[in-house]
C-alpha cells in the first residue's frame, strides 16, 4: 500500500505579459479545482520583453539572424507591435527604477504567480542563464504599488470568465 502519495497535475502554457488570456482566465477553475499548476514557456514574449528590440532590431539578435522570426520582425513594424514596443520601453523604466532588467521584471512577474510552478528559461548562452535567475531577486519587489503601475501599462488584465447565466458551482460540481 502507498502512502503520502501526491498526484501532481501541471500544464504547460504560454504565459507572459502579452499573453494572458489563457493561463490567467481559461485554467482558473482549473487552479482551484485541480490544485492545477503550469509549467511556463516564453516568459519573455519571444525575447521582446527583453526590452532589447526597443529601439529597432539588433544586427546579432535572433529576429534579424533566422529567417523563421520575418513575420515576427514585420509585426512589430505594425500598430500591434508597434504598441508592444511602447510599454516594453514603459516597463524597462520600471526595472531600472527597481535596479533590475526588463527580462528579470517580466520573468518575475510571470513567477510571482502563485498557479507558476515552473518557468523553462530560454537562454543561448550561461550568462543569460545566470540573468534571467536575478528574476528571484525581482518578486520581493513586485509590491502591490508597483504591480499596479505593470498593470496599468499592460493594459490587458483578461475579463473574468462566464459562467453564462449558470449558477456557480462549488469545487465538487454542486451548486
Do not use: C
Amino acid at each position: 500500500m502507498v502512502q503520502n502519495f501526491w498526484i501532481t497535475a501541471w500544464a504547460e502554457v504560454l504565459d507572459s505579459m502579452f499573453h494572458r488570456e489563457r493561463p490567467e482566465k481559461e485554467y482558473a477553475p482549473l487552479y482551484k479545482k485541480y490544485s492545477l499548476g503550469t509549467t511556463v514557456f516564453s516568459a519573455l514574449a519571444g525575447g521582446l520583453l527583453t526590452g532589447k528590440y526597443n529601439d529597432g532590431i539588433p544586427e546579432n539578435s535572433r529576429f534579424a539572424t533566422h529567417g523563421d522570426f520575418k513575420s515576427t520582425v514585420d509585426s512589430l513594424q505594425q500598430p500591434e507591435g508597434l504598441e508592444k514596443i511602447r510599454k516594453v520601453r514603459e516597463l524597462t523604466r520600471i526595472a531600472e527604477e527597481l535596479q533590475t532588467t526588463t527580462s528579470a521584471l517580466a520573468l518575475a512577474w510571470v513567477a510571482r504567480n502563485p498557479n507558476t510552478s515552473t518557468v523553462i528559461l530560454g537562454a543561448s548562452s550561461p550568462q543569460q542563464v545566470l540573468d534571467n535567475l536575478k528574476a528571484l531577486e525581482v518578486i520581493p519587489k513586485l509590491t502591490p504599488e508597483i504591480y499596479a503601475r505593470i498593470e496599468k501599462i499592460l493594459d490587458n488584465s483578461p475579463e473574468a470568465a462566464t459562467n453564462f447565466g449558470r449558477p456557480l458551482l462549488d469545487k465538487f460540481g454542486r451548486l
